[in-house]
């Protein structure tokens, strides 16, 4: 194992623990001026009395009956919320194209709440140090496309997030008791576009790697420039953004310059706590910087779906989205199936099934081979397991293992060495854990940590 790797993929693992750790200590022994965590702890509501549990990435809606793991502590009249997962990885990726490498896929997230006038007010960023623990190049991901390192296309490798995932400011404020305003302005953030970020989805959150439609679904989720204003209900919110369409650059650690020369709508519905569904259309000016004469009309719609089981949760989510390059080559789809089970503390199962219409222009083919706008089908069935062995500080760490059998075409396989290279991890993850539900209060839900602190 090489020396460098080493380091990175600690790096990456010392940053979720070091994160998780110092916030639950906080909570266990927290100062003066912070309210004493007695085990139970009312979320601060938002307006219209719509749980914060809803909260997904950006500005995007979750089903309320599932909220994602975070710690939540009171400062004076802030209301703190960390969340974060960081995992060290071996991944392997067979056939032809496939290469392997010790890692750490790892993000961070900080939000702070209060009521302002009428009002609440949320500041929030998320950071990575993927640049340093997956190098700025990205992991090995079969069948993955989209970006660029040092003016070359990424091909069968997921790329880094950058540093500066998020920081954002949004003001969310009621103009009735059945109607509220919503105002969002991010240096770093998401429009208001595709469906919540996989990270975010619970019926992703334990799987370590992005899908291969990532770049036609959620890839806006690390935008530098948004500026979103939505009106919504308890039930429905209708949303327009306007934001830098360009893909962020190979330069992970800092800002990316702000455009705003890009726009997108978006429509949720919540009908229940069990479920949300979302549709957007955007216009992408110029995303790939080495195609900066290309750019795309998305179309997205997801189905999510939640529930509570006896000890634990499950989460299926249905994703679709589309590309429509404006030289006039045509939609190409992806759509995802994807689901996750947390059976108890001990034992969480997950799965995900893909397809993918990708050209050989953006798989990187030869152009001796194949013109450039050449559509294949590809596609990919993946299923993993975590055993969770420790629970402490209001933090879960569990070892897992995921293996992915992809499948190419036949005219692909001289590229890849078979139509099924398969591909696999095992890997370590930490982050908080999930509180079981208590009962709710006007609203409300209020939650007791299972490890009792």
Known sequence: MDRRAVWRTGLGALLGCGMLVGTARAQQHPPEHMTPDTGMHAMMPGPLGISMNRMGSGTTWIPDAVPLPMHHTM???????????????????????????????????????????????????????????????????????????????LHDRQHPHDFWMEVAALYDVPVSSRLALEFYVAPSGEPALGPVAYMHRPSALDNPVAPIGHHWQDATHVTFGVLTTGVYTKYWKLEGSVFNGREPDDRRWDFDPIRLDSYSGRLTVNPDSNWSMTAGYGFLKSPEALRPDESIHRLTASVLNARRLTNGQ?????????????????????????????????????????????SAEELVLPATAFPGPRKFDVGNVSLGYIRDFARMFGATAGIGVMGTVNRVPGSLEPFYGTRSPLGGLVFFRIRPAYKAAAPSMGGMHMHMDESGL
Request: proline fraction near 2%; aromatic fraction near 10%.
């Open 314 to 358: 499950w989460a299926t989510s249905l994703v679709w989205g589309a590309n429509d390059i404006s030289h006039g080559e045509g939609w190409s789809n992806t759509a995802l199936l994807e689901s996750e089970a947390i059976l108890d503390e001990h034992n969480t199962v997950f799965g995900r099934t893909e397809y993918a219409r990708k």
């Open 75 to 153: 400062a004076g009249k802030w209301e703190l919320m960390t969340h974060g997962t960081a995992f060290a990885q071996y991944n392997k990726q067979g056939g032809d194209r496939g290469s392997d490498q010790f890692g750490s896929m790892n993000w961070a997230m900080l939000m702070a709440s209060r009521k302002a006038g009428d009002g609440l007010f949320q500041a929030r960023t998320m950071l990575s140090v993927e640049p340093a623990t997956v190098t700025t190049s990205g992991y090995p991901l079969l069948l993955q496309t989209g970006e660029s390192n040092k003016g070359v296309a």
